[in-house]
Nanobody, 126 residues
C-alpha cells in the first residue's frame, strides 16, 4: 500500500505559478513511477505529467509542455509539479498517482496507476 497526500493548490491569477507536492508513505517510493492527473468539472480525468522511478524519464501532456515540470526527491518520498504561466483552462482538481514499476517507464493512462491521492484544487482566474 502507498498513501499519497497532495498539497500546494490554491487560487492564482492567469500567468502565475504554483508548485504542487505529493508526499508518499508506505511501500518503497523509489519503486514507483509517479504521475499527475487533473479533472475539471464535467470533464474526464486527464494525464498531466509522469516521472520514472529514478527521475530519469519524464512525460508531459501537450497542453502543459514547456509550462509544467515534474520532479521527485526519493529521499523525501515526494513528487512535485511546478506549474508556470498558468491559464484558466488549467483549473482542475489535481491528483497524484503511483504505479509500481520494475523499469524506468512512465504511464500516461490512469488505468496504469495503482494508488491515488485525494487531490488538491487549482483555480486560475482570468
Amino acid at each position: 500500500q502507498v498513501q499519497l497526500v497532495e498539497s500546494g493548490g490554491g487560487l492564482v491569477q492567469a500567468g502565475g505559478s504554483l508548485r504542487l507536492s505529493c508526499a508518499a508513505s508506505g511501500r518503497a517510493f523509489s519503486m514507483h513511477a509517479m504521475g499527475w492527473f487533473r479533472q475539471a468539472p464535467g470533464k474526464e480525468r486527464e494525464f498531466v505529467a509522469a516521472i520514472s522511478r529514478s527521475g530519469q524519464r519524464t512525460d508531459y501532456a501537450d497542453s502543459v509542455k514547456g509550462r509544467f515540470t515534474i520532479s521527485r526527491d526519493n529521499a523525501k518520498n515526494t513528487v512535485y509539479l511546478q506549474m508556470t504561466s498558468l491559464k484558466p483552462e488549467d483549473t482542475a482538481l489535481y491528483y497524484c498517482a503511483a504505479d509500481y514499476a520494475i523499469s524506468q517507464r512512465t504511464g500516461v493512462a490512469a488505468s496504469e496507476y495503482d494508488y491515488w491521492g485525494q487531490g488538491t484544487q487549482v483555480t486560475v482566474s482570468s
